[in-house]
């Protein structure tokens, strides 16, 4: 029976090959995707600014500071603030307060706000640090998410003018925004990028507290501007038949609220500045849209896309006609297709600012040509080492018949690596190159493991040093029970061998595959793929090629 | 061979004291840069925060300084047709400047830039990842071996190869990057790897004890000379190679990373086959009841 025939039936060995062949099949259907280092372009990283606190305030106290006031009193959903003097009717809307109803008395005006305490804390919060803040109510006491770089000692000392403070323990203050926040602002990202148009962009959160974004084919100071420009919001309002002037840009709109249903249908609040509300007013009396609100639509721009087009709420058209509004929502609809639309409606608006204050941590760029450069260099030193441990292997064996399947199933595992590569559609850097020359490193250390185990067996070192290879690999195959005599048994002594080799193996790999579980995380995972592919080639080598390798050298010392 | 004459002359007590003045030695390496500097090793500008940025170039190094004249400028190298220029912390608009010149006065500038948040980031993940590696590394040779003191040896040997490798980085000037990092990394498991064959062998195996370290010996040092054979290439291809053909560059990563695992893999020999093996001879040679126990196994 030829060793081919043999072979053929052992199933570690059909297992590998059919493994080898399905990765070259990956490798030529999918083909092997490279890091931004071996083909150019630029990354930025971003850190994501922000904590969570609990706050220990007294929302009275809060009104009675920030409206000067001389007493605030709670009834029931609303509270009641009483000033001094005559009050600015704008105040409250600026504080945030919409649809705060003031009442002049003789010498004192009441302002009635109706609003939960938490929103008075919301509200204080992002008067003072001009930064979006966030309930999370999720959890008990309830949390606020402040959207920027804040620290206990600076929240308490904002606090203090209000008599309020972080209350002391671990858990009252962590840095980091919660996990809504970084996919919030990741989706921002990807959504501003991929409406420029621009190819290959790869934004990616590392440790919910960064965001590493790659861009292809552009230098860093580019990438920079791309990624802190705003984008360009415009909002339009329809005149006659399908005319329409422009009202405001994206500078006049301050914040953009998470959206909610509100009377039923899904809505982005947002609010203007006041010279824009006056804008609006002004614009939506002259285009006529405050009498016949039906006919004049709202439209929004985003870089000159159309992202909400809708008529003029009729109860807005008429309190136009008095008064500008600073608060306003662009509603959606109803129903889950609203929520889905008023979420995405949110991300365009926000694309003008993201949600959370970013810092740019890191950034580089590596020219395509020199990526190039890299990847044939890798290329070479790949071969190159291969060639050298091919080397070094005929130096011990003198025996062809071992070198060939050796760099043969070293050459295969980094097949079978690249095939997976190729399949996850994961991206190859110069660090993952790296690794794979390790992998070849470890992958061959354990097939001398094999190779001697088999050869050598129980026998001290010594007095088998004396025989000649042949003997001993003629010894090895007539105990490897897989020679001309008997094909069918294997002998317990063959097995021994190799499952004392694999404990050897399996052990190595093992420590080589944890030790690299830490790296997967570290360094904003630009040693990811180094670790990855460090663990996958172990385990696929320990798995499918070394136990293959081990029968088909088994078979090959036995026909000798 | 000389060195299977090591395993067997002199008794293990006193051939130990040889990798100990070796830990010693490395040690004193790493405590007297530690005191210099603040860091046992010396950190690389992903540690320290600053920017890099390599351009091609066949002018002077003259000129080429007083391009980047405006800017903190550190160091700068030749490194095979291109300059590599190593700049301090700068603020983020002198940054963007920077790229802004380096772009548009060069053809395709290599840059990298680390602000102090993402270095200080990165320290943190250092101090509490490699020791985490370590752990995690000594749980699974103690499930391999159920042996405490065979596996204390293990990881002791892997430790020392880590120290030597560290304190080879102080005499060769490699700064730790992210590179070195994962090739220290690495070296635990090309270190563990030689270290269990051993232990194996001889608990495994009938025989004396040194014959069986000796015959593991070939084996083991096989197996390191691959290893040496693979990290060797990466070396002269990342390293040297553009000093003769004036097309090809230099690698950082892989350069830094190379040379940490060939002073590594070359402490391992020593580690495996003097450390780890003559702790092996003492512990089952020694007399009584322990010892017993070592060979039934």
Known sequence: ?560 | MELEDIVSKYPPKLIMLVPIAIIILALISLGATYLATGSPVKLGIEFTGGTLVTVPSTESEENVTAEFASYPLVDIRNVGSRYMLQFGPMSESQYTQLAKLANANFDSPEIRHSGPIYSKELQVQVIRYLPLSFLLMAIVVFLVFREPMISLLVVICAIADILIAAASMNLTGVQLSLGTVAALLMLIGYSVDTDILLSMRVLKRKGSVDEKIKGAMGTGLMMTGTTIAAVFSLIIMSNFLYLIVPSFTRMDIIADMSTVLIFGLAADIFNTWVTNAQGLRWYLNRPKKAAVRGQKR
Request: proline residues 4%; negative net charge; aromatic residues 6%.
């Open chain 1, 1 to 560: 029976m030829s060793l081919f025939e043999e072979l053929s039936k052992d199933r570690r060995v059909v297992l590998y090959a059919v493994v080898v062949a399905l990765a070259i099949i990956s490798i030529g259907f999918f083909g092997l995707k490279f890091g931004l280092d071996l083909e150019g372009g630029s990354y930025l990283q971003l850190q994501l600014q922000g904590a969570e606190a609990q706050i220990d305030v007294t929302p009275e106290k809060i009104l009675e500071v920030q409206f000067n006031a001389s007493s605030v009193e709670k009834h029931g959903q609303s509270y009641v603030v009483t000033v001094p003097g005559i009050v600015d009717p704008t105040l409250a809307d600026d504080l945030g307060y919409s649809g705060a109803k003031i009442a002049k008395g003789d010498n004192s005006s009441k302002i009635t706000i109706i609003a939960n305490p938490e929103t008075i804390i919301t509200n204080f919060l992002k008067k003072n640090l001009d930064a979006d803040v966030q309930l999370n109510v999720a959890v008990a006491p309830v949390r606020y998410e402040i959207r920027t770089n804040v620290t206990r000692e600076s929240l308490n000392a904002l606090l203090a003018p209000v008599g309020g403070k972080v209350p002391p323990g671990e858990d009252a203050f962590t840095l980091g925004v919660s996990q809504e926040t970084v996919d919030e602002t990741k989706k921002v990202l990807d959504s501003k990028l991929n409406r420029l148009g621009l190819q290959d962009i790869r934004v990616r959160v590392v440790d919910n507290k960064y965001i590493l974004i790659d861009l292809a084919g552009m230098d860093v100071a580019a990438a920079q501007e791309v990624v802190g420009k705003p984008g360009k919001f415009e909002i339009r309002i329809q005149t006659e038949n399908n005319e329409s002037m422009h009202v405001l840009y994206g500078d006049a709109v301050e914040s953009v609220e998470i959206p909610d249903p509100r009377n039923g249908g899904w809505g982005v609040p947002f609010v203007l500045s006041e010279e824009a509300a006056t804008a609006f007013q002004k614009a939506a009396i002259d285009s006529g849209a405050t009498k016949r609100p039906e006919d004049h639509y709202i439209s929004m721009y985003l870089d000159k896309d159309e992202i909400f087009s809708a008529p003029l709420a009729p109860e807005l058209a008429s309190s136009l006609q008095k008064a500008p509004s600073r608060s306003m929502q662009a509603t959606v609809g109803g129903g889950d297709a609203g929520s889905v639309k008023a979420k995405e409606l949110y991300i365009h608006l926000r694309e003008g600012a993201l949600p959370v204050n970013v810092e740019v941590v890191g950034s580089g760029q590596v020219s395509a040509a020199l990526g190039r450069q890299f990847k044939l260099q890798m290329v070479i030193a790949g071969l190159i080492a291969l060639m050298a441990v091919a080397g070094m292997v005929y130096y011990r064996y003198r025996e062809r018949r071992i070198v060939l399947p050796m760099v043969t199933t070293s050459f295969f595992e980094v097949v079978m690596m690249l095939g997976i590569w190729a399949l996850a559609g994961w991206q190859l850097d110069l660090a993952s190159l790296a690794g794979i020359i390790m992998v070849i490193g470890t992958g061959v250390d354990q097939l001398v493991i094999i190779t001697d185990e088999l050869m050598k067996g129980g026998d001290p070192a010594a007095s088998a040093a004396e025989r000649s290879i042949k003997e001993r690999a003629a010894e090895a195959a007539e105990k490897a029970g897989v020679g001309k005599v008997a094909v069918a048994t294997s002998s317990k002594v063959y097995l021994a061998r190799v499952s004392r080799a694999f404990m050897i193996i399996l052990g190595a790999a093992a420590t080589t595959a944890v030790a690299m579980l830490p790296l997967l995380g570290m360094g904003f995972g630009a040693l990811t793929g180094f670790a990855l592919i460090i663990i996958i080639g172990v385990i696929l080598g320990t798995v499918i090629a070394r136990p293959a390798y081990g029968r088909i050298i088994g078979h090959i010392l036995a026909t000798d």
